[in-house]
C-alpha cells in the first residue's frame, strides 16, 4: 500500500487534514496512539451523550462534526499506534500491536498538538497531584470525577476544567488563581484587536462568574505554591500578594499554566525550531501552508503553535490542500481558493491570542522556582539544587547539562523539565532563554521494547499492511 | 616569551578534558577552549567501555598503551572521585565479549592468543566456553557459544567523566571557554596565538583534541590529522533493577541501572551503513545474547560519529616546526584517558612526546 | 476519591490489583480504574523510593508506570483494563524476569 500523505494525529488537525487530502484524492493513513479519535480536546468525543454536553461545553461538541466528516471518509486509521521517529526522509517508525513498523511517504503532516507546560512547586511529585489536563480527560473518557479538589494555576484551560467539574455537580475545594496582576499592563495594548472575539473574552468572564456564584473559593494573585504531604497529597498553601501562607486541605490538586507545542517529535525529525517569547516555547517554523524546514514535512495544530481546536481544524485543512497541491491533485488558483476560507477561520480563531498570550503569562517564579528541594526532573529525581550545581562549571548549555547530571535523560524526554531547565539556565548564566537552546532530541520519541526494533520489517518500507491493522 | 598560559587546549570532549586535567595537576595554567552546547560531541556516543582485549591485535604499540592506560585507571578514578566527590561510576570486574558462532569463536581465540603473545604475559585472557560462559553471565541466549573474558577491561559513565574532570581541571584554576570554536593557530613567538569567535587566546604551548576538528586544525601547526567520522549508534533502556555487572561489547549496564546496548568502538567490524538496518542490527544481537531483555524498553540513542583514523589506531604527533604544538586524536577517549591525563600530559608539559608514542605519529600514513 | 458521575451501569470488568479484584468498566484506562478504587500511589521511583501517581493522563509523562501482567513500565494511563489483567505497583526500577534462574537479581 503506497500513500500520498501519512497524517500523525488524530486530534482535529490532524482529523481535518487527512479528511481534506482524502476528499482531494490523496491516499491517506493517519496514525493516532489512542484507541478513539480526537486528540485532547476532543477526547471520547464519539461516545459523548448529551449528558455530556451540559457538562463539557459548546466548545467539546465542536469536535462532533469534525470527527463524522473523518470517519465519513474511511480513511486509513491505524489507532493505537505509538509514533516513535519521522526521519528527515519522511521514514515513520511507529509501534502497532508490540510490533515497530516502517513506513514512508511523500509527505508527512505533524499533528500531535500540544502538553502543558511543566509547573514545578514544591511536592508537585507527591501522588493526587496532576495537571488541569488529566481532570479533564479523566472526565471526558471515564466520566470520573473527585470532589474536593483545588485548581491551582492560570490560563483558560484551569477555568474551562473547573466549570465543567461544577456544571457536573461535582464541589470544587478553590480555585487559586496565580494570573499575575502584573500581566495586564502588557496584556492591555493586545486587547483593542482581542476584542474581535469579544464573544470569547466575555465567555471567558462567564466562566469566572459561575465558578464565583457557586460558591467555590476563587483566591487570586497567588504568587507561591506549595503542596504539602508526606506520602501523598494533603494540602495547598498558597501566598499571595495580600496574605501570607494560607493552606487548604486537599488530597488532589490539578495545576496549570498554560499548554505549549509537543516538539519532541518535530524536533528530532531534524525540523528548525524559534522560541517564541510571547508564549514562551518552541515552535517549528512553517510557511503559510504548515510547510516546516524539512523538505515533505508540515506541521498542522496546537503543535505548530497554540491556538485552540478550531484554529487547529483550519491548519490542518490549509495543510493538507498544500499537500494536494504539491502532490499534483490541485492547482496553484484552486488551492489558494480552498483554503481561503480555512484561513480566515485560523485568522478568526488567533484575534485574541496576543491578548490572552500576555493577560495569561505564568509568573517567572512558577516557571523557575526557587527551592532547592523542588523537583526538576520528575523522571531523573533532580532537584533545583542538583541542576544549580551542575550549571556552575562554565556551562555550555542544556545538551552539557543533560549529559552531566541526566536531566532530561528519563523517558518523558524533557516534556515536563525541558522548558523549566532552559529557563533556569538563561536565570543562572543571564543569557535570553532563545540562546540557551533545547534538549537535542532524537527518536525514539515514545520508548519501544528491544525486541520490537530486533523484529523490524525493514524491506518493504512502501507500507506494511497498515491499513489493516485495526 | 610566556602568553597568557601556559597551555591551550583546544576541544573541551574526553581528550581536551583529560588532557587539560592532566597539565593542570602539574600545575599549569591552562584554557581549554570549547565550540559549545550543540558541538559535535563524539563523547556522547561513548559506550563507557575501559577496555584492553580487542586493541592493537597487531600494533604492539597501540596493544601497550592501552594496556598502560588500564593500569593507571584505579588510580586515575580515586583521584578525579577525591578532587571532586563525583561519582563516575567506575568499575572494573573484567570484561567479556560474546561469540554467537564457532567461527566468532575461534577468530576471537586467534586474536586474544597474539595479543597475549605480543605483550609478554602483561595481558592475560580465558577463552570461555558456554558453560563457563553461564557461570559469568545471566540468562544468556542459545546462540551464546562462548567468548573471550579479559581480567584488566572494565567500564565507566563517559559523560560523569567527563564531568568530573572538568570539575577537577577547574578546581586547580584551569578555565574553560564555551562557545570558542578556534578558527586559526598563529605562531607567537616562542608561543601560540589562537584566534576565537570571543577574541584571540595566548599561551606557550597548544594541544589539539577536537576530534574531527583537529584535521582542520592541525596544518595551522604544521601536522597532519588524517581522521574522519564513522557514524556508530547505542541504545539506552530505561532504569533496570542490577542484571549484568559484566561489562560485554555489546551490552553493558551502568551505575544508575541503564542497559546500553551498542556496536562500540571496541568492534573490530564497524557499521559502515546508518539507519534502521544498524539499528535492528544491534538490536538483534543484544537479544541474542541476553533474550531477557527482549521486553526491555529503549527511551534514548545516541548517535556518535567516531573519530576514525586510517588504521583504527590513535594519532599522536608534536611539530617539528613549531615546538610546543601537539595533537592528539582517537576513539577510544574512555580506555585512553587515565593515559591522556597521567602520560600524555606528562610529555606535553615536559615539551616533548615520549619515545612510546613513536609508532603513534601521523608519519606512519606516509609510506 | 474519585467517583463516578454515572454509577449506573450493565457492564463490568474486573482486574487484580496486588491481590485484590478492582472493578472497573470498558473504555476505562487503568489509571482511572484505580483512581476509582482510591488508589492514588501507583510506583516507587527507581532512585529515591518516592511515591509517584498519575500526572498527566496523557502518556506524555510516564510517572504512571506499574507492572501490568508482568511487563514493567507500562503507562497505567494508556492502557485499557481487560477483565483478568495483572496490575502491580512497580516499586523502583524494571526487574528483569529471567525464566532460566531464580529470582535473585545480581
Same mark, same amino acid.
Given at each position: 500500500?503506497?500513500?500520498?500523505?501519512?497524517?500523525?494525529?488524530?486530534?482535529?488537525?490532524?482529523?481535518?487534514?487527512?479528511?481534506?487530502?482524502?476528499?482531494?484524492?490523496?491516499?491517506?493513513?493517519?496514525?493516532?496512539?489512542?484507541?478513539?479519535?480526537?486528540?485532547?480536546?476532543?477526547?471520547?468525543?464519539?461516545?459523548?451523550?448529551?449528558?455530556?454536553?451540559?457538562?463539557?461545553?459548546?466548545?467539546?461538541?465542536?469536535?462532533?462534526?469534525?470527527?463524522?466528516?473523518?470517519?465519513?471518509?474511511?480513511?486509513?486509521?491505524?489507532?493505537?499506534?505509538?509514533?516513535?521517529?519521522?526521519?528527515?526522509?519522511?521514514?515513520?517508525?511507529?509501534?502497532?500491536?508490540?510490533?515497530?513498523?516502517?513506513?514512508?511517504?511523500?509527505?508527512?503532516?505533524?499533528?500531535?498538538?500540544?502538553?502543558?507546560?511543566?509547573?514545578?512547586?514544591?511536592?508537585?511529585?507527591?501522588?493526587?497531584?496532576?495537571?488541569?489536563?488529566?481532570?479533564?480527560?479523566?472526565?471526558?473518557?471515564?466520566?470520573?470525577?473527585?470532589?474536593?479538589?483545588?485548581?491551582?494555576?492560570?490560563?483558560?484551560?484551569?477555568?474551562?476544567?473547573?466549570?465543567?467539574?461544577?456544571?457536573?455537580?461535582?464541589?470544587?475545594?478553590?480555585?487559586?488563581?496565580?494570573?499575575?496582576?502584573?500581566?495586564?499592563?502588557?496584556?492591555?495594548?493586545?486587547?483593542?484587536?482581542?476584542?474581535?472575539?469579544?464573544?470569547?473574552?466575555?465567555?471567558?468572564?462567564?466562566?469566572?462568574?459561575?465558578?464565583?456564584?457557586?460558591?467555590?473559593?476563587?483566591?487570586?494573585?497567588?504568587?507561591?505554591?506549595?503542596?504539602?504531604?508526606?506520602?501523598?497529597?494533603?494540602?495547598?498553601?498558597?501566598?499571595?500578594?495580600?496574605?501570607?501562607?494560607?493552606?487548604?486541605?486537599?488530597?488532589?490538586?490539578?495545576?496549570?499554566?498554560?499548554?505549549?507545542?509537543?516538539?519532541?517529535?518535530?524536533?528530532?525529525?531534524?525540523?528548525?525550531?524559534?522560541?517564541?517569547?510571547?508564549?514562551?516555547?518552541?515552535?517549528?517554523?512553517?510557511?503559510?501552508?504548515?510547510?516546516?524546514?524539512?523538505?515533505?514535512?508540515?506541521?498542522?495544530?496546537?503543535?505548530?503553535?497554540?491556538?485552540?481546536?478550531?484554529?487547529?481544524?483550519?491548519?490542518?485543512?490549509?495543510?493538507?490542500?498544500?499537500?494536494?497541491?504539491?502532490?499534483?491533485?490541485?492547482?496553484?488558483?484552486?488551492?489558494?481558493?480552498?483554503?481561503?476560507?480555512?484561513?480566515?477561520?485560523?485568522?478568526?480563531?488567533?484575534?485574541?491570542?496576543?491578548?490572552?498570550?500576555?493577560?495569561?503569562?505564568?509568573?517567572?517564579?512558577?516557571?523557575?522556582?526557587?527551592?532547592?528541594?523542588?523537583?526538576?526532573?520528575?523522571?531523573?529525581?533532580?532537584?533545583?539544587?542538583?541542576?544549580?550545581?551542575?550549571?556552575?562549571?562554565?556551562?555550555?548549555?542544556?545538551?552539557?547539562?543533560?549529559?552531566?547530571?541526566?536531566?532530561?535523560?528519563?523517558?518523558?524526554?524533557?516534556?515536563?523539565?525541558?522548558?523549566?531547565?532552559?529557563?533556569?539556565?538563561?536565570?543562572?548564566?543571564?543569557?535570553?532563554?532563545?540562546?540557551?537552546?533545547?534538549?537535542?532530541?532524537?527518536?525514539?520519541?515514545?520508548?519501544?521494547?528491544?525486541?520490537?526494533?530486533?523484529?523490524?520489517?525493514?524491506?518493504?518500507?512502501?507500507?506494511?499492511?497498515?491499513?489493516?491493522?485495526? | 616569551?610566556?602568553?597568557?598560559?601556559?597551555?591551550?587546549?583546544?576541544?573541551?570532549?574526553?581528550?581536551?578534558?583529560?588532557?587539560?586535567?592532566?597539565?593542570?595537576?602539574?600545575?599549569?595554567?591552562?584554557?581549554?577552549?570549547?565550540?559549545?552546547?550543540?558541538?559535535? %560531541?563524539?563523547?556522547? $556516543?561513548?559506550?563507557?567501555?575501559?577496555?584492553?582485549?580487542?586493541?592493537?591485535? /597487531? *600494533?604492539? &604499540?597501540? #596493544?601497550?598503551?592501552?594496556?598502560?592506560?588500564?593500569?593507571?585507571?584505579?588510580?586515575?578514578?580515586?583521584?578525579?572521585?577525591?578532587?571532586?566527590?563525583?561519582?563516575?561510576?567506575?568499575?572494573?570486574?573484567?570484561?567479556?565479549?560474546?561469540?554467537?558462532?564457532?567461527?566468532?569463536?575461534?577468530?576471537?581465540?586467534?586474536?586474544?592468543?597474539?595479543?597475549?603473545?605480543?605483550?609478554?604475559?602483561?595481558?592475560?585472557?580465558?577463552?570461555?566456553?558456554?558453560?563457563?560462559?553461564?557461570?559469568?553471565?545471566?540468562?544468556?541466549?542459545?546462540?551464546?557459544?562462548?567468548?573471550?573474558?579479559?581480567?584488566?577491561?572494565?567500564?565507566?559513565?563517559?559523560?560523569?567523566?567527563?564531568?568530573?574532570?572538568?570539575?577537577?581541571?577547574?578546581?586547580?584554576?584551569?578555565?574553560?571557554?564555551?562557545?570558542?570554536?578556534?578558527?586559526?593557530?598563529? %605562531?607567537?613567538?616562542? $608561543?601560540?596565538?589562537?584566534?576565537?569567535?570571543?577574541?584571540?587566546?595566548?599561551? /606557550? *604551548?597548544? &594541544?589539539? #583534541?577536537?576530534?574531527?576538528?583537529?584535521?582542520?586544525?592541525?596544518?595551522?601547526?604544521?601536522?597532519?590529522?588524517?581522521?574522519?567520522?564513522?557514524?556508530?549508534?547505542?541504545?539506552?533502556?530505561?532504569?533496570?533493577?542490577?542484571?549484568?555487572?559484566?561489562?560485554?561489547?555489546?551490552?553493558?549496564?551502568?551505575?544508575?541501572?541503564?542497559?546500553?546496548?551498542?556496536?562500540?568502538?571496541?568492534?573490530?567490524?564497524?557499521?559502515?551503513?546508518?539507519?534502521?538496518?544498524?539499528?535492528?542490527?544491534?538490536?538483534?544481537?543484544?537479544?541474542?545474547?541476553?533474550?531477557?531483555?527482549?521486553?526491555?524498553?529503549?527511551?534514548?540513542?545516541?548517535?556518535?560519529?567516531?573519530?576514525?583514523?586510517?588504521?583504527?589506531?590513535?594519532?599522536?604527533?608534536?611539530?617539528?616546526?613549531?615546538?610546543?604544538?601537539?595533537?592528539?586524536?582517537?576513539?577510544?577517549?574512555?580506555?585512553?584517558?587515565?593515559?591522556?591525563?597521567?602520560?600524555?600530559?606528562?610529555?606535553?608539559?615536559?615539551?616533548?612526546?615520549?619515545?612510546?608514542?613513536?609508532?603513534?605519529?601521523?608519519?606512519?600514513?606516509?609510506? | 476519591?474519585?467517583?463516578?458521575?454515572?454509577?449506573?451501569?450493565?457492564?463490568?470488568?474486573?482486574?487484580?490489583?496486588?491481590?485484590?479484584?478492582?472493578?472497573?468498566?470498558?473504555?476505562?484506562?487503568?489509571?482511572?480504574?484505580?483512581?476509582?478504587?482510591?488508589?492514588?500511589?501507583?510506583?516507587?521511583?527507581?532512585?529515591?523510593?518516592?511515591?509517584?501517581?498519575?500526572?498527566?493522563?496523557?502518556?506524555?509523562?510516564?510517572?504512571?508506570?506499574?507492572?501490568?501482567?508482568?511487563?514493567?513500565?507500562?503507562?497505567?494511563?494508556?492502557?485499557?483494563?481487560?477483565?483478568?489483567?495483572?496490575?502491580?505497583?512497580?516499586?523502583?526500577?524494571?526487574?528483569?524476569?529471567?525464566?532460566?534462574?531464580?529470582?535473585?537479581?545480581?
Amino acid at each position: 500500500m503506497s500513500y500520498d500523505l501519512i497524517v500523525i494525529g488524530a486530534g482535529p488537525a490532524g482529523m481535518a487534514a487527512a479528511t481534506t487530502a482524502s476528499t482531494g484524492g490523496a491516499k491517506v493513513l493517519l496514525l493516532d496512539d489512542q484507541s478513539t479519535p480526537g486528540g485532547q480536546i476532543y477526547r471520547a468525543i464519539e461516545t459523548a451523550k448529551d449528558a455530556e454536553a451540559a457538562i463539557l461545553g459548546d466548545e467539546y461538541m465542536a469536535g462532533q462534526p469534525i470527527v463524522r466528516a473523518f470517519r465519513a471518509q474511511g480513511i486509513d486509521y491505524v489507532p493505537d499506534a505509538v509514533v516513535w521517529q519521522v526521519s528527515e526522509e519522511r521514514e515513520v517508525g511507529y509501534s502497532s500491536g508490540g510490533r515497530a513498523k516502517l513506513i514512508s511517504a511523500p509527505w508527512v503532516i505533524l499533528a500531535t498538538g500540544a502538553i502543558e507546560r511543566p509547573f514545578p512547586i514544591p511536592g508537585w511529585t507527591l501522588p493526587g497531584v496532576m495537571m488541569a489536563g488529566a481532570a479533564q480527560t479523566l472526565l471526558k473518557s471515564s466520566g470520573v470525577a473527585t470532589e474536593g479538589a483545588i485548581f491551582a494555576g492560570c490560563g483558560p484551560l484551569l477555568y474551562l476544567v473547573a466549570r465543567q467539574y461544577l456544571r457536573a455537580g461535582v464541589n470544587i475545594a478553590a480555585v487559586v488563581d496565580t494570573t499575575p496582576k502584573a500581566n495586564r499592563m502588557g496584556a492591555l495594548p493586545h486587547l483593542p484587536h482581542a476584542l474581535l472575539r469579544w464573544d470569547l473574552l466575555a465567555k471567558g468572564r462567564r466562566w469566572i462568574s459561575e465558578i464565583r456564584r457557586s460558591g467555590t473559593p476563587l483566591i487570586q494573585n497567588a504568587t507561591a505554591l506549595k503542596v504539602i504531604g508526606d506520602k501523598a497529597a494533603q494540602s495547598l498553601v498558597y501566598k499571595t500578594a495580600d496574605v501570607d501562607w494560607r493552606e487548604i486541605k486537599a488530597t488532589h490538586i490539578f495545576l496549570h499554566q498554560g499548554i505549549v507545542p509537543n516538539v519532541n517529535l518535530s524536533m528530532a525529525a531534524g525540523l528548525d525550531h524559534s522560541w517564541d517569547n510571547r508564549q514562551l516555547c518552541w515552535r517549528p517554523l512553517t510557511d503559510a501552508w504548515g510547510c516546516s524546514s524539512v523538505s515533505g514535512i508540515a506541521v498542522a495544530g496546537d503543535g505548530a503553535g497554540i491556538g485552540g481546536g478550531l484554529a487547529a481544524e483550519a491548519g490542518g485543512q490549509i495543510a493538507a490542500i498544500g499537500v494536494l497541491s504539491a502532490v499534483g491533485k490541485l492547482d496553484a488558483q484552486a488551492s489558494r481558493d480552498q483554503a481561503r476560507r480555512p484561513r480566515a477561520q485560523l485568522a478568526h480563531e488567533h484575534h485574541a491570542r496576543p491578548f490572552l498570550d500576555a493577560w495569561f503569562r505564568p509568573a517567572s517564579d512558577m516557571r523557575v522556582p526557587n527551592e532547592d528541594t523542588t523537583i526538576i526532573c520528575r523522571c531523573e529525581e533532580l532537584t533545583l539544587k542538583n541542576i544549580r550545581d551542575t550549571i556552575d562549571i562554565g556551562l555550555a548549555g542544556p545538551n552539557q547539562l543533560k549529559s552531566f547530571c541526566r536531566a532530561g535523560m528519563g523517558p518523558c524526554q524533557g516534556r515536563f523539565c525541558g522548558l523549566t531547565v532552559q529557563e533556569l539556565i538563561a536565570r543562572e548564566t543571564k543569557r535570553p532563554a532563545a540562546l540557551v537552546g533545547y534538549y537535542r532530541l532524537r527518536p525514539p520519541i515514545k520508548p519501544l521494547r528491544l525486541e520490537e526494533l530486533a523484529n523490524l520489517a525493514i524491506d518493504d518500507l512502501e507500507g506494511d499492511d497498515a491499513g489493516q491493522d485495526r | 616569551m610566556s602568553g597568557a598560559y601556559d597551555a591551550i587546549i583546544i576541544g573541551g570532549g574526553l581528550l581536551g578534558s583529560a588532557i587539560g586535567f592532566g597539565l593542570a595537576r602539574q600545575g599549569l595554567g591552562c584554557v581549554i577552549l570549547d565550540e559549545g552546547d550543540t558541538a559535535y %560531541r563524539a563523547a556522547r $556516543g561513548n559506550f563507557g567501555l575501559v577496555w584492553v582485549q580487542s586493541k592493537g591485535i /597487531g *600494533k604492539p &604499540v597501540y #596493544a601497550d598503551w592501552t594496556m598502560g592506560s588500564a593500569e593507571l585507571w584505579p588510580g586515575f578514578a580515586q583521584e578525579l572521585t577525591e578532587r571532586t566527590g563525583i561519582d563516575i561510576s567506575y568499575y572494573a570486574p573484567g570484561g567479556i565479549e560474546i561469540c554467537l558462532s564457532e567461527a566468532e569463536f575461534d577468530e576471537r581465540a586467534q586474536k586474544m592468543a597474539s595479543l597475549t603473545g605480543h605483550q609478554n604475559g602483561r595481558f592475560s585472557h580465558q577463552m570461555l566456553d558456554r558453560k563457563a560462559m553461564m557461570e559469568r553471565l545471566p540468562g544468556l541466549g542459545p546462540d551464546v557459544v562462548g567468548g573471550s573474558f579479559s581480567p584488566h577491561d572494565g567500564h565507566v559513565g563517559p559523560l560523569f567523566l567527563m564531568r568530573a574532570m572538568q570539575r577537577a581541571f577547574v578546581d586547580l584554576d584551569g578555565v574553560i571557554r564555551t562557545d570558542s570554536r578556534v578558527h586559526a593557530i598563529k %605562531r607567537d613567538g616562542d $608561543g601560540f596565538s589562537v584566534e576565537t569567535p570571543g577574541g584571540t587566546v595566548t599561551g /606557550g *604551548k597548544v &594541544v589539539l #583534541a577536537a576530534g574531527l576538528g583537529n584535521k582542520a586544525l592541525a596544518p595551522m601547526v604544521n601536522l597532519d590529522q588524517p581522521v574522519y567520522p564513522l557514524k556508530g549508534q547505542v541504545l539506552v533502556t530505561e532504569r533496570m533493577a542490577p542484571f549484568l555487572d559484566m561489562p560485554t561489547t555489546h551490552a553493558r549496564q551502568t551505575g544508575e541501572g541503564t542497559i546500553l546496548i551498542g556496536s562500540s568502538q571496541e568492534d573490530v567490524g564497524f557499521d559502515l551503513s546508518s539507519g534502521p538496518e544498524v539499528i535492528k542490527r544491534i538490536a538483534d544481537r543484544a537479544r541474542r545474547c541476553f533474550p531477557v531483555l527482549s521486553k526491555a524498553r529503549i527511551v534514548r540513542t545516541w548517535a556518535a560519529l567516531r573519530v576514525m583514523t586510517p588504521d583504527g589506531i590513535p594519532i599522536y604527533d608534536q611539530s617539528e616546526t613549531m615546538p610546543g604544538a601537539f595533537a592528539a586524536s582517537c576513539h577510544s577517549g574512555v580506555t585512553l584517558a587515565a593515559t591522556h591525563a597521567m602520560t600524555f600530559a606528562k610529555y606535553v608539559a615536559d615539551g616533548h612526546l615520549g619515545s612510546e608514542l613513536d609508532g603513534l605519529s601521523a608519519g606512519r600514513f606516509d609510506v | 476519591m474519585f467517583k463516578r458521575l454515572h454509577p449506573e451501569t450493565d457492564d463490568e470488568i474486573t482486574f487484580d490489583f496486588e491481590g485484590t479484584s478492582i472493578s472497573a468498566r470498558p473504555g476505562d484506562s487503568v489509571a482511572a480504574a484505580l483512581l476509582v478504587a482510591n488508589i492514588d500511589t501507583f510506583r516507587e521511583t527507581p532512585v529515591r523510593g518516592h511515591p509517584r501517581g498519575p500526572f498527566c493522563m496523557m502518556g506524555a509523562c510516564f510517572d504512571c508506570l506499574m507492572v501490568i501482567d508482568g511487563e514493567a513500565n507500562q503507562q497505567a494511563c494508556q492502557i485499557l483494563v481487560s477483565d483478568g489483567i495483572k496490575v502491580a505497583r512497580q516499586l523502583g526500577a524494571a526487574k528483569i524476569i529471567n525464566d532460566s534462574e531464580t529470582d535473585d537479581e545480581l
